[in-house]
């Protein structure tokens, strides 16, 4: 093992619980619970992090009190049908010898409002809700009450069915106990409000009711916000003291230093922009003044960078949540050696954070893992050799085309991969010359990796027709070809004009124009973005990179609604500092030389702007030419990622993967 990880692979006694090491697979949420209940996917998803060698896995999006179940996909702890499976989630985790606690959340102001149930939100105040603009309730006696019932009764039901550990949230905004403990929600005049005293008095209830429940049958702990980084709010120094009040009273045995509110999205799940590790040192704050365990998290990527957090003392425990998501061996790769074969986060937040946001509420995935969400039947485990070893030509070296030939090399087939290209990588070539984009790097980093690894035969520069393919003789065609951009300006606000007048004219480009050639960019550019999507955000930046003054029009509502919210709100920052002018609502008609006109839809006001080039991001189409001239004429012939149909990272390398797997 390199010596750098040595401190990351020792054991550390928590509480009465000694876990094998120090990676903690932090608490999220998964939306893979059933009715409240526990489901199969959800035992294969955690249970295939503890094979990987976590050393201690929670479980988040888990509640004591049915009025807190938020979420279609959260677990109810203490209802009475969820007993058999939770056992068997722990029981699997435990296989592995790895170490369990869940979370008991007490959700308080932050809630959406797309919640299913239909009871209030709860407050210590009656204040606006930051983001959902909801009025909750304020809380009364009655309702402290309540939730310490209903905690007591979790840890019993948690404890019952095998959970090594209890953990509660303080942190995100959605805490019942931060908004307690936080001025920002808190402006009540009683015995709970005022002074830090007040505030700590129903957290400090509510904790010692915990502590008391947990006893020592298992460790207990909090996720607490680190620095609320907002005027009014919480600042580190006031955390400390929190921290330091219930360290003295011996409540918990380990602090989990958390950061990010929802008025600071993007601190919750930091992307790609944000240095690796930048707040461990709320950690080490905390560290510095408390007897038991504290937690480091946030954007920590690397094994190698979370042994140093703890070698440096910032932290004991390092979390790492999504890149533990992107690669469940990452501990076992990494006490092998076997560094440079981890699949690191890309930090994009794409699929995790994105499909947990509230409009959405869908099952995680992650570009860089097909299997999320999908262990018990996609497990590299579960990969077997084929019977049959075939030869295989794939076409295109993107994502989905380097998937299909690591996976069927793997497998045991013969592989040939043909690129166009001078080097592999595919449209993520593209998006790696905005720096702020550089955590894709990963993706063809890792899939270039395990090409050469595998044996496969990499042919660069070279563009394949149909009669080339079939002189090869091969036993099966894997095409990952792309699409191409549409140049008719249609758009689903005219359905019925089939093209934009203008779009003709050399001036006018798609990204592809844009990333091959900048010197055909003038300084005014007008892009045109129907799909509210990453390309069209990445492609104003890139122009914004360049110097040029950029004007985005979109008929959506919103400026790259389809976007996380967590980059979303970065881009906005990186395109304001490059004058970014954004007019949304509007469809463009025309492009009348180097004048572009259009109509603002909600007040039918005429939109009229002058663009030395104007950029259409206006769709795509399946580049299918060869699937279509091959059919037929080989014995088989597969399509995957956008030469199906123009969609994502995430599904090229889905597809790839399956048709790998079907070889």
């Not at 797309?114 to 204040?127: A, F, I, K, Q």
């Not at 090399?409 to 592999?424: I, M, N, P, T, Y």
């Amino acid at each position: 093992m390199d010596a750098r990880l040595q401190h990351l692979f020792e054991p550390i006694t928590v509480g009465p619980v000694e876990l094998p090491n120090r990676i903690c697979w932090s608490a999220h949420s998964t939306h893979f619970a059933t009715d409240g209940l526990v489901s199969d996917t959800q035992i294969a998803y955690y249970e295939e992090r503890a094979r990987g060698g976590a050393g201690w896995i929670v479980v988040g999006g888990s509640v004591a009190h049915v009025s807190q179940l938020w979420e279609q996909g959260f677990n109810l702890v203490t209802d009475p049908r969820a007993k058999p499976g939770y056992k068997r989630l722990t029981e699997a985790v435990h296989r592995h010898g790895a170490k369990i606690s869940t979370q008991l959340d007490i959700y308080g102001i932050g809630v959406p409002h797309s919640r299913p149930h239909e009871g209030p939100t709860y407050s210590p105040s009656s204040r606006l809700a930051a983001i959902e603009g909801e009025l909750p309730k304020m809380v009364d006696e009655d309702d402290m009450q309540m939730f310490i019932d209903a905690t007591v009764q979790g840890v019993e039901a948690a404890l019952e069915c095998g959970f090594d550990g209890i953990e509660l949230l303080v942190s995100f905004d959605v805490s019942l106990i931060q908004n307690f403990l936080s001025p920002r929600f808190n402006d009540r005049t009683d015995e709970y409000g005022g002074s830090l005293e007040n505030r700590m008095r129903f957290p400090l209830r509510l904790l010692r009711a915990a502590r008391e429940a947990v006893g020592d049958r298992g460790f207990f702990g909090i996720k607490i916000i680190g620095d609320e980084m907002i005027e009014g709010g919480l600042d580190e120094a006031e955390v400390k003291e929190i921290c330091k009040r219930i360290d003295d009273e011996n409540l918990v045995d380990y602090f989990h230093i958390c950061f990010g509110t929802r008025a600071n999205f993007e601190l919750m799940l930091p992307d790609m922009t944000y240095p690796a590790g930048f707040a461990a040192y709320l950690a080490a704050g905390v560290r510095e003044i408390v007897k038991v365990p504290v937690v480091a998290v946030k954007r920590i990527d690397d094994p190698l960078l979370a042994g140093q957090i703890i070698a440096d003392g910032q932290a004991d425990i390092v979390a790492l949540c999504r890149a533990l998501i992107a690669d469940a061996d990452l501990p076992n790769k990494a006490k092998a050696g076997e560094l440079t074969r981890i699949r690191q986060c890309t930090s994009s937040n794409q699929e995790c954070s994105r499909r947990a946001e509230e409009h959405i509420k869908l099952p995680l995935r992650c570009i860089q893992n097909p299997a999320v969400g999908r262990e018990a039947t996609l497990s590299h485990t579960k990969q077997q050799r084929s019977d049959n070893p075939r030869s295989v030509v794939v076409v295109g070296g993107g994502p989905g085309g380097l998937r299909a030939a690591k996976v069927a090399a793997e497998r045991g087939h013969d592989v040939q991969l043909f690129e166009s290209r001078d080097s592999l990588g595919g449209e993520v070539l593209n998006m790696l010359k905005v720096p702020t984009r550089a955590g894709y790097e990963s993706v063809i980093r890792y899939l270039v990796s395990e090409v050469e690894r595998n044996g496969v035969k990499v042919h660069l520069g070279q563009t394949m027709t149909a009669d080339a393919i079939k002189a090869l003789n091969p036993d099966a065609v894997v095409l990952a070809t792309g699409s191409k951009p549409l140049r008719t300006g249609f758009s689903p606000t005219t359905p019925h004009v089939a093209g934009m007048p203008g779009v003709e004219q050399d001036h006018v480009l798609t990204v592809p124009d844009v990333f091959a050639d900048p010197s055909r960019i003038g300084q005014e550019v007008l892009l045109i973005d129907e799909l509210a999507s990453y390309e069209a955000q990445l492609t104003a930046e890139y122009l914004g990179q360049l110097g040029k003054q950029v004007t985005f029009v979109t008929r959506h509502a919103v400026a790259g609604n389809k976007v996380d919210g967590t980059s979303l709100a970065e881009y906005g920052r990186r395109m304001a500092d490059y004058g970014l002018r954004t007019y949304v609502n509007t469809a463009v008609q025309e492009i009348d030389g180097h004048t572009v006109r259009g109509t603002e839809m909600v007040n039918g006001d005429s939109f009229e702007r002058h663009a030395d080039t104007v950029v259409l991001v206006m769709g795509k189409i399946a580049n299918d030419d060869l699937y279509k001239e091959l059919r037929g004429q080989v014995p088989e012939v597969h399509r995957v990622g956008d030469c199906v149909a123009p969609r994502h990272i995430t599904e090229a390398i889905f597809e790839g993967n399956q048709v790998a797997w079907s070889l």
